[in-house]
C-alpha cells in the first residue's frame, strides 16, 4: 500500500529561503517546480518533492547543509562526516553521545545531550544562553536530523513516546504529526525527544557502503519519515485516501479501525485534530500532488478528490491554500 505523503507548509520553504537574496529565491522556488507567488501565500503548501529539490539546490547554493539555519553554516559535507564518526560506535547510546559533541564541535548554538531516565531516553536540546538564539525551524529540524539518523543507524524505525518544544504552539501545529511519529508538546520547559531506552542499547547495523544512498535522499529520509501506523490520524488519513472520490463517514472510519465513533474523535482530539479536518487536509494534498506532477485536467482532479464539479473545488482550493489550482500548475 502507498503511503499518502503530507504536502509542507509555505512557512517552512521560506523558513529556508530566508538565507538567500530575494533573486536567489525567486530562481530556486522556480527551478524547484514552485511559483514564487505561492512564496507570498500563508496558507500555500508545496509536495514533499519540491521542498526537498528546494533544499539540495539551496544547501549547494549557500554551502550550507541547514541552508541559512544556525548562526554559522553547516558546510556541504557535515551530514557525511557526522555519519562516518557515528558508524563504529558500538551502540546507538554512543552514537548519539558523539552526535551531541560533533555539534558541540561545530556550533556553538546549542548543546544535544542524550541520557537514560527510568524508561525512556531522551536527546534535548539546549539552548546556549550566551550564544545566538535558535529558530523554532532550527529546533525542530535538529530534532528530526536526530530521530531520522538514530533510525537509520539502527535501521529500524524508533517511534517516540514523546516530543516536546519548548515554544508556544504554532497556528500550523499540526503539520507536526506528519514529522514527528508520536504525541507533540508545545509549551515545555525543554525541547527534546522521548523513546524507549531499550533502543539505546541496540547495535549499529549500517556500514560505509550503505551511506551513498542515505545522504543521496537526504533531506527525505530524515525529515519525512513514514511511521503511519504510530497514530490514529495517520490510519485515518490513509483510510479516507483509499475511499476517494467517495466521502466515507466517520462511522464507516471508526467501524474500519475498530472503535466506536466517540473513541475515535477522543483519539483525534488528543492527537490535536478533527475527523474533518483530516478528510480537508488528505483532499487538499491530492489535489497539489496531482495538480504539480500531472497534467490532469481540473475537472478530473476535482472529481477525484470528492467534488462533483469544478466551482467547488475551486473555492474549496482557495480556501485551503489561499491560492487557485491553476496557480499550482504554473511553473517554470
Known amino acids: 500500500m502507498n503511503l499518502l505523503s503530507a504536502t509542507v507548509p509555505i512557512s517552512v520553504v521560506n523558513g529556508f529561503l530566508s538565507g538567500a537574496d530575494r533573486n536567489a529565491m525567486a530562481r530556486l522556488a522556480e527551478r524547484s517546480g514552485i511559483p514564487h507567488e505561492l512564496l507570498r501565500q500563508p496558507a500555500a503548501r508545496v509536495t514533499q518533492e519540491q521542498f526537498s529539490t528546494l533544499y539540495r539546490l539551496l544547501a549547494m547554493e549557500l554551502d550550507d547543509e541547514m541552508p541559512g539555519i544556525f548562526s554559522r553554516p553547516l558546510r556541504n559535507g557535515t551530514l557525511k562526516y557526522l555519519c562516518l564518526s557515528l558508524l563504529d560506535a558500538p551502540k546507538l547510546e554512543i552514537a548519539l553521545h558523539r552526535f551531541g559533541q560533533f555539534f558541540h564541535l561545530v556550533l556553538d548554538d546549542f548543546r544535544l545531550q542524550s541520557q537514560r531516565e527510568g524508561a525512556l531516553g531522551h536527546v534535548r536540546m539546549d539552548a546556549n544562553p550566551h550564544g545566538p538564539a535558535v529558530s523554532m525551524l532550527g529546533r525542530e529540524l535538529m530534532l528530526k536530523l536526530v530521530h531520522g539518523v538514530a533510525s537509520w543507524l539502527i535501521a529500524q524505525k524508533i517511534p517516540l513516546a514523546e516530543v516536546d518544544f519548548d515554544f508556544p504552539r504554532p497556528p500550523q501545529a499540526n503539520d507536526h504529526l506528519y514529522l514527528f511519529p508520536g504525541p507533540v508538546r508545545f509549551g515545555c520547559e525543554t525541547t527534546r525527544i522521548g523513546f524507549d531506552a531499550a533502543y ?133
Open 200 to 332: 539505546l542499547d541496540m547495535p549499529i547495523r549500517q556500514r560505509k557502503p550503505d551511506l551513498k544512498k542515505f545522504l543521496s535522499r537526504a533531506p527525505e529520509d530524515w525529515i519525512f519519515v513514514s511511521f503511519a501506523e504510530q497514530l490514529v490520524c495517520h490510519r485515518v488519513r490513509q483510510y479516507v485516501a483509499e475511499c476517494l472520490p467517495g466521502a466515507p463517514t466517520i462511522d464507516a472510519v471508526a467501524q474500519n479501525l475498530h472503535y466506536s465513533v466517540r473513541t475515535l474523535c477522543r483519539r483525534l482530539a488528543a492527537e490535536g485534530t478533527t475527523f474533518q479536518a483530516i478528510k480537508d487536509e488528505v483532499r487538499r494534498d491530492i489535489a497539489i500532488q496531482r495538480l504539480t506532477r500531472s497534467g490532469d485536467a481540473i475537472a478530473e482532479i476535482a472529481y477525484d478528490v470528492g467534488f462533483d464539479n469544478s466551482t467547488a473545488f475551486h473555492r474549496a482550493f482557495r480556501h485551503w491554500t489561499g491560492s487557485t489550482p491553476n496557480t499550482y500548475r504554473r511553473t517554470a
